[in-house]
């Protein structure tokens, strides 16, 4: 059995930063793509960015590339989003998932394990 848990979500002014950690459990984590992805209420969720198994291949959507960095740690089982000059436009739940695959997919669909999201709030 998979789990992801995500923490250090919380809310910060626009300009200010934060940075999420996913740890993840289970066997496997060496081996999996990592993504993060958030969501608005009523809104479809959108990648944000994704890691390959031994961290030399990255993905970001335009809307984070040059703000959001991620990188995974395989010690620790734990894959890290660091989020700089936040803005009111990234408010949302930001989920954390895995992919049993050598790429580094974008749809979430093609992730199998998910964690249950740690909300981020973004105020002017």
């Known amino acids: 059995q998979v789990q992801l848990v995500e923490s250090g979500g919380g809310s910060v002014q626009a300009g200010g930063s934060l940075r999420l950690s996913c740890e993840v459990s289970?066997?496997?984590?060496?081996?999996?793509?990592m993504g993060w992805f958030r969501q608005v209420s009523g809104e479809e969720r959108e990648f944000l960015a994704g890691?390959?198994?031994?961290?030399?291949?990255?993905r970001y959507a335009d809307s984070v590339e040059g703000r959001f960095t991620i990188s995974r740690d395989n010690a620790k089982k734990t894959v890290y989003l660091q989020m700089d000059s936040l803005t009111p436009e990234d408010t949302a739940a930001y989920y954390c998932?895995?992919?049993?695959?050598?790429?580094?997919?974008?749809?979430?669909?093609?992730?199998?394990?998910w964690g249950q999201g740690t909300q981020v709030t973004v105020s002017s």
């Open positions: 998932a895995s992919s049993r695959t050598f790429t580094v997919p974008i749809l979430p669909r093609l992730y199998d394990y």
């Open positions: 289970g066997d496997t984590f060496a081996i999996d793509a």
């Open positions: 890691i390959g198994w031994n961290g030399r291949t990255t």
